[in-house]
């Protein structure tokens, strides 16, 4: 069946580590995009990209990283500058212009 | 910019009542509008995706309207189950190219047995 599967559904980071989270697709899309979830706030975009080797910032993106080598894969790598970065995080993938498929998430927790 | 808001932030009902959940945007310029169900802890399931064209779109006991000059898209559940309890997000696509979706905040319902 495709889908976007994400890994690790938990992930614990320590204090100065850079932790990546990893998001896969085998819908075909050529566009994916990471999300950030706080509790009772809504979706912010952190980084997309809309084709293999080229990805833009979104609105929160200072203190992570991404790289887009595939077109299956848009790994986020959550770095040290970011300084609060528990969360639940959501990657999603389209057609270009269609609706989003999302993945299961992956719950960040700064230890 | 696009905003996007949703009303009520949170419902409960009895099992078995027709519920409408409301979503405004403030752009009527959209390409797009997606209603999505997340359950706790979990991704955002697509529902029903709406292309500005369309009036609305149905799957099941769900219904989703789109009156785009008016900034407003409805989305219709009948017959409420608890299974039904989750929180419902709606996104609009703005019509320029290149443009992501804008996400309203959700409207978190429960269903009670």
């Known amino acids: 069946d495709g889908g976007i599967t994400q890994s690790p559904k938990y992930l614990f980071r320590k204090e100065g580590q850079n932790v990546t989270l990893s998001c896969e697709q085998n819908?075909?899309?050529?566009?994916m995009y990471w999300y950030r979830q706080d509790p009772g706030q809504g979706l912010r975009l952190i980084y997309y990209s809309q084709i293999v080797n080229d990805f833009q910032k979104g609105d929160i993106a200072e203190g992570y990283s991404v790289s887009r080598e595939k077109k299956e894969s848009f790994p986020l790598t959550v770095t040290s500058a970011q300084k609060n970065p528990t969360a639940f995080y959501l990657c999603a993938s389209s057609i270009t212009r269609a609706g989003y498929t999302f993945g299961s998430g992956t719950r960040l927790t700064v230890v | 910019k696009q905003e996007v808001t949703q009303i009520p932030a949170a419902l409960s009902v009895p099992e078995g009542e027709n519920l409408v959940l409301n979503c405004s945007f403030t752009d009527s310029a959209i390409y797009n509008l997606q209603w999505f169900r997340q359950d706790p802890g979990k991704g955002l399931t697509s529902l029903l995706l709406?292309?500005?064209?369309?009036r609305e779109q149905t799957s099941g006991r769900l219904n989703a309207s789109l009156d785009k000059s008016s900034g407003r898209s409805t989305l219709y559940i009948a017959a409420s189950q608890p299974g039904d309890s989750a929180t419902y997000l709606c996104a609009v696509r703005p019509n320029n190219y290149g443009q992501n979706f804008v996400f309203g905040p959700g409207t978190r319902l429960s269903v009670l047995p």
């Open positions: 819908l075909n899309h050529d566009a």
């Open positions: 709406i292309q500005s064209s369309q």
